[in-house]
């Protein structure tokens, strides 16, 4: 049974930084490209980031740029967003996804398992 469980989700202020984790079972982690999402309230999920298998590949939202950087440890089977300088407009909730496919993808319908999520949330 494939699992992928977030953490390090929680309540910050504006400017600060936040680590999330995406542990994985399951699956071959290292034969699997792997995504963020985010869905605020009311608002559709987005992707905001994506690595590839081999780590030589990655993918950022224009939102994110420069402020987050996703990372992946294949020999831990987890994966990471080191998300620095918060905005509370990065407040939502936050999926890890995994695809077998050969290449990263921006889009959900490419994924295969998904995480719970975990919450973030920026005050002002």
């Known amino acids: 049974q494939v699992q992928l469980v977030e953490s390090g989700g929680g309540l910050v202020q504006s400017g600060d930084s936040l680590r999330l984790s995406c542990a994985a079972s399951g699956l071959t982690f290292s034969s699997n490209a792997m995504g963020w999402f985010r869905q605020a309230p009311g608002k559709e999920r987005e992707s905001v980031a994506a690595?590839?298998?081999?780590?030589?590949?990655?993918y950022y939202a224009d939102s994110v740029k420069g402020r987050f950087t996703i990372s992946r440890d294949n020999a831990k089977k987890t994966m990471y967003l080191q998300m620095n300088s918060l905005k509370p407009e990065d407040t939502a909730v936050y999926y890890c996804?995994?695809?077998?496919?050969?290449?990263?993808?921006?889009?959900?319908?490419?994924?295969?398992?998904w995480g719970q999520g975990t919450q973030v949330t920026v005050s002002s």
């Open positions: 690595i590839s298998k081999t780590k030589d590949i990655t």
């Open positions: 996804a995994a695809t077998p496919g050969p290449y990263i993808s921006r889009f959900d319908n490419d994924y295969d398992y």
